[in-house]
């Protein structure tokens, strides 16, 4: 058995003491004012002083934070799919990754209200060195994934990783949710890495490591923001991509990322249930290919269901015929629609630089295309 220490969510007995490290910290009491605004400091305190599971803080505390995002900062969160899930059961969710935070926050909350069991989430550790945030991030059953290593040191991590989450998943009834490839979709193309689901089977010995999906439930997850409020954070690391440089990162880049992803404008979001796939699975398990070619076949079937499942809103639409120069979509937006979306283009980004306002509508159109792509494949198929 491994020694999950270095990367687990606390565990039960030791939440309160950890509640208890960061209930005097100004950063919580900025939380609280935000998430309970006519409480009092002394009675929302007095209550996380009285919690004793990370269930009770998650309810308690981190949902109630989340209602109020989407109240503040959104025009409200609409779900599709949710029906197929089945209470007290288990699911690997592998999901598009748009924002720090939010991602899993809106998925719990979700699941919460739809009576089903919670999970613990992948986050980088690049995002947690600040030690309210590690704290925090720990108390919220997120399961830290290591950032920066090569060689042996990754192969090892990736190994407790994928024990921790078959543990999660097949002792613990825990669902678990990670993304599909290493950090958020920057430019709108959505697409699983292999390695990821290579990763996720490391925990499987024998000859067949594939057979370790047929063991799980994998659910793939659609999650849409009409707006990306970090859209323009990530500007910087798609002009130096296009421009086949090195990006490195700003010193407080990715909190400054996780705070306007919490408080930007998002206008809609959508999140969709593409299906369990245990048919599809069991297929691919029946193929006579190697293990690498089995993984690629899955990492499509994941790409196809969270390109269809991928809700499109007026701005992905409109940055698409903006972006082609032409109005093959117009049908799907108002002049007004199209009017605020310029308006937020002009204000977020310098329009006469070409090739960042290229970036810019690629990201918001690329879905568009997945789309098309994954009803073009559903068609052929």
């Given at each position: 058995m491994q020694n999950f220490d270095s990367i687990r969510p606390f565990y039960d007995a030791e939440a309160n003491a950890a509640i208890r490290e960061i209930v005097d910290d100004p950063m919580l009491e900025a939380m609280m004012n935000f998430t309970f605004p006519s409480d009092t400091k002394e009675h929302w305190k007095d209550l996380m002083l009285h919690t004793h599971s990370l269930r009770d803080f998650?309810?308690?505390?981190?949902?109630?934070?989340?209602?109020?995002?989407?109240?503040?900062?959104?025009?409200?969160?609409?779900?599709?799919?949710?029906?197929?899930?089945?209470?007290?059961?288990?699911?690997?969710?592998?999901?598009?990754?748009?924002?720090?935070?939010?991602?899993?926050?809106l998925l719990n909350a979700s699941l919460y209200e739809n009576g089903l069991v919670l999970t613990t989430s992948a986050i980088g550790d690049n995002l947690i060195k600040k030690p309210f945030l590690h704290t925090l991030s720990r108390l919220n059953r997120n399961f830290a994934i290591k950032r920066g290593v090569q060689g042996r040191a990754l192969l090892e991590s990736s190994l407790i990783t994928s024990e921790y989450i078959k543990k999660s998943l097949l002792h613990e009834n825990r669902s678990?949710?990670?993304?599909?490839?290493?950090?958020?979709?920057?430019?709108?193309?959505?697409?699983?890495?292999?390695?990821?689901?290579?990763?996720?089977?490391?925990?499987?010995?024998?000859?067949?490591?594939?057979?370790?999906?047929?063991?799980?439930?994998?659910?793939?997850?659609?999650?849409?923001?009409?707006?990306?409020?970090?859209?323009?954070?990530?500007?910087?690391e798609l002009l130096a991509k296009s421009r086949d440089e090195k990006y490195i990162k700003s010193e407080n880049e990715d909190f400054l990322n996780l705070l306007r992803g919490i408080m930007g404008t998002k206008k809609?979001?959508?999140?969709?249930?593409?299906?369990?796939?245990?048919?599809?699975?069991?297929e691919i398990a029946k193929m006579d290919i190697n293990q690498a070619?089995?993984?690629?076949?899955?990492?499509?079937?994941?790409?196809?269901?969270?390109?269809?499942?991928?809700?499109?809103?007026?701005?992905?639409y409109i940055a698409h015929d903006l972006l082609y120069g032409n109005e093959e979509y117009s049908g799907c937006y108002t002049a007004a629609e199209k009017s605020d979306f310029e308006k937020r283009l002009i204000e977020k980004v310098d329009t006469k630089n070409a090739l960042m306002v290229k970036n810019f509508l690629a990201m918001y159109a690329n879905p568009v295309n997945n789309q098309k792509k994954s009803l073009e494949s559903q068609t052929t198929g």
């Open positions: 998650q309810i308690n505390f981190i949902y109630p934070g989340v209602k109020k995002v989407i109240e503040k900062s959104s025009d409200g969160l609409s779900i599709s799919g949710f029906d197929v899930l089945e209470p007290n059961t288990a699911y690997l969710f592998i999901s598009n990754h748009r924002d720090i935070v939010l991602d899993t926050s678990v949710w990670t993304a599909q490839k290493e950090g958020r979709t920057k430019d709108g193309n959505d697409a699983t890495h292999r390695g990821v689901l290579k990763m996720l089977t490391l925990c499987e010995e024998g000859p067949n490591p594939f057979g370790y999906f047929e063991k799980i439930k994998l659910v793939p997850i659609s999650i849409s923001y009409e707006y990306d409020p970090t859209d323009i954070l990530k500007m910087p809609r979001i959508h999140i969709q249930v593409n299906g369990i796939l245990d048919e599809e699975i069991s070619e089995k993984l690629s076949h899955l990492a499509s079937i994941i790409d196809q269901r969270i390109w269809k499942g991928y809700k499109l809103w007026p701005s992905n």
